[in-house]
């Protein structure tokens, strides 16, 4: 039913940019927030971001702040990563989610739909 298909992620130098888009499908009910985790070898899943659908509120990690930028689009039920600066420890699969709840936008249970993801690798 629902789908989303993340795209964007790739191979950069540490200080470099990638710009990661998620699209989303059969997302016909409310969303009530979009965000971005990722994953690394031997790690858990960990939050990113996350934007609020209907006002458009970002919410950062600490490690993303300053240089990551979340974005979305209504019309085309897309949201966007846009990642500077990027340091080797951010290399991970990137997993985009969405949730039609109000729970906690900052933990992978609060999301009910997820990407296959996206492989980020930053060299040093």
């Known amino acids: 039913q629902v789908q989303l298909v993340e795209s964007g992620g790739g191979l950069v130098q540490a200080g470099g940019s990638l710009r990661l888009s998620c699209a989303g499908s059969?997302?016909?009910?409310?969303?009530?927030?979009m965000g971005w985790f990722r994953q690394a070898p031997g790690k858990e899943r960990e939050f990113v971001s996350a934007?609020?659908?209907?006002?458009?509120?970002?919410y950062y990690a600490d490690s993303a702040k300053g240089r990551f930028t979340i974005s979305r689009d209504i019309a085309k039920t897309t949201v966007t990563l846009q990642m500077n600066s990027l340091k080797a420890e951010d290399t991970a699969v990137y997993y985009c989610?969405?949730?039609?709840?109000?729970?906690?936008?900052?933990?992978?249970?609060?999301?009910?739909?997820w990407g296959q993801g996206t492989q980020v690798t930053v060299s040093s």
């Open positions: 059969q997302l016909t009910g409310n969303i009530y927030s």
């Open positions: 934007i609020y659908w209907s006002g458009g509120t970002q």
């Open positions: 989610a969405a949730t039609f709840s109000s729970r906690s936008y900052n933990y992978p249970t609060s999301y009910d739909y």
